[in-house]
């Protein structure tokens, strides 16, 4: 009994913050609930980043539909990148059943079934909002990443997008910046004009560049690059006080790595550039959750992780915390892995050698408690428990909880396609960036150059040559020769005159 007493005094010491906050469950002791003792997180310190990490079958899922939702409730927009695609149904209200009474009576709290306010948005063509961005937009640097091009490479990819700036030829798409890559390098003029005023550059290294575009496009970057753009802004939507749920559809994500690099890099540039500096505000302005965190980082280039790295650094500062959901805390990298405050960890399974390392490993990193032994507990959590060490308003580590999460109040399943198309056809940013637009850009103004070119160039034949095309009169000489006599006086000529070469040799002809 004193140890319950003492374990509600110290939890509630930690997890009761008196400013705004969100509460995920309720504090568990020797496998019983304890309702005396919520477990709620700060808004001041969701921008400091998390992880939600277990086994397969364990809740992470739904944890992640929990947290979304206390989020909307607060009125704080997030990005969920819906890998699976089973997070759609937070469009539609849940429906009560014995297991949720059941877990809703443990905890002593209302379940209140709604819906929450979606935006589906996708990049590879389903139903959604269109996300665009066009190649100016990229930079050399940044496309230069993607496309896993070498330094000198880059150095080109530099030279080119200058040039395109100097002769105003807008880099819009794809099309555009293979179109100029063509002309600087099969063109005479294009050609002349880069080499006269830029520096020469080898054939073989454009060559690379437009088979490295070629390789993206293959995965559908085609679709991605153009216009219009998408505005990071349309991200901070709230609608009658929730925050809006952006549900950003990638389930073909492992046949299209790169394709998905390109869209991460992009966005977490474009909001770090966009958004201005929030300092402490006290609660984040968006929050980006991505789902099957590893299947990133296993696909992921060098690139993406170090950019990610990087902004997981400095984005909290605009008010933008990122949590990665995967299987184990070891599927991110360990400078990933240090910057994220808060924690939640479903049970692991150690089935094997490598197994149990994983999970020495995860428990060293949690702070120590007397509760619990955390090494036996963490193989034995139930489906909807977790651990769970977050930051306390001050920045300080909270103790490790043993925690009874609550259930999702949406739908724990995905839309129908007729409920897709309601809500998609519903949408006003669905019809703002649906229709592609096709203004006036490098493409189409270097095809009018080679074609003016190619008119005002045409050889004509030197005066007096003769050509295929034309034919001379014939002159008198070649009028006589022609004629019946003139072919009669030839043939005696020829042949009076094969006679007298036969006599001088001493022969004679026959008659």
């Known amino acids: 009994m004193a140890d319950k007493i003492k374990f509600i005094t110290d939890l509630n010491s930690k997890y009761n913050p008196k400013g705004e906050h969100i509460i995920l469950g309720k504090g568990m002791l020797d496998g019983e609930v304890v309702p005396e003792v919520n477990v709620s997180i700060p808004l001041k310190t969701v921008n400091r980043h998390g992880l939600i990490a277990g086994a397969t079958g364990t809740g992470k899922t739904k944890t992640l539909q929990v947290f979304v939702e206390q989020l909307s409730h607060a009125g704080i927009p997030t990005l969920v990148m819906d890998i699976k695609g089973d997070l759609s149904g937070i469009a539609e209200a849940g429906t009560e059943n014995d297991i949720i009474k059941e877990r809703y009576a443990k905890t002593q709290l209302p379940y209140s079934p709604q819906s929450f306010p979606v935006e589906l948005m996708t990049i590879s063509g389903a139903k959604g909002v269109k996300l665009r961005a066009t190649v100016l937009e990229f930079g050399p640097i940044l496309l230069s990443k993607i496309l896993g091009l070498n330094d000198t490479q880059q150095s080109i990819m530099s030279i080119v997008f200058k040039y395109c700036d100097d002769k105003v030829l807008p880099l ?28 020469s550059i080898a054939p073989a290294s454009l060559g690379a560049i437009l088979r490295s575009i070629v390789a993206m496009e293959q995965e559908g970057a085609a679709a991605f690059f153009g216009e219009p753009s998408f505005e990071v802004n349309d991200l901070l939507q709230t609608r009658d006080g929730k925050g809006v749920v952006n549900i950003f559809r990638v389930d073909d994500i492992q046949n299209k790595p790169n394709l998905f690099s390109t869209f991460m890099l992009s966005l977490f540039a474009e909001i770090y550039m966009t958004f201005p500096e929030e300092g402490d505000s006290g609660r984040p302005k968006l929050v980006l959750f991505i789902d099957e965190a590893h299947l990133i980082f ?20 605009k008010g933008i915390g990122i949590y990665f959901i995967t299987q184990i805390p ?10 994220l405050g808060l924690k939640i960890q479903h049970a692991l399974r150690g ?27 963490i ?49 006003a940013l669905v019809r703002k960036y649906e ?47 022609e004629s019946r006599a003139g072919k009669t006086f030839m043939t005696t000529l020829a042949r009076e005159g094969a006679k007298f070469v036969m006599g001088m040799f001493g022969l004679k002809t026959r008659r």
């Open 298 to 317: 296993n696909e992921a280039s060098k690139t993406l992780l170090s950019q990610i790295e990087t902004m997981v650094k400095l984005i909290r500062s």
């Open 351 to 377: 089935f094997t050698a490598k197994d149990r390392k994983e999970i020495d490993k995860a428990v060293e990193n949690y702070p120590t408690t007397e509760f619990y032994k955390a090494s036996e507990l």
């Open 379 to 427: 193989q034995n959590l139930g489906i909807g428990e977790a651990f769970v060490t977050a930051l306390d308003e001050k920045g300080i580590p909270t103790p490790l909880v043993q925690t009874y999460l609550i259930s999702p109040e949406s739908r724990m399943d995905v839309l129908t396609a007729s409920e897709i198309d309601q809500l998609t056809s519903s949408s």
């Open 435 to 481: 229709q592609t637009i096709d203004r006036e850009s490098a493409y189409e103004i270097l095809n009018k150059r080679i074609q003016d070119y190619t008119q005002t160039n045409i050889p004509t034949p030197p005066a007096g040559r003769r050509t295929s095309q034309t034919k001379e009169q014939p002159g008198m000489l070649e009028q006589v020769m």
């Open 330 to 339: 070891g599927d991110v990298p360990e400078n990933i892995l240090s910057q």
């Open 172 to 199: 819009v798409d794809l099309q555009d910046l293979k179109k100029v890559l063509q002309y600087v390098t099969d063109n005479p003029i294009g050609k002349k004009d880069l080499a006269d005023n830029y520096g």
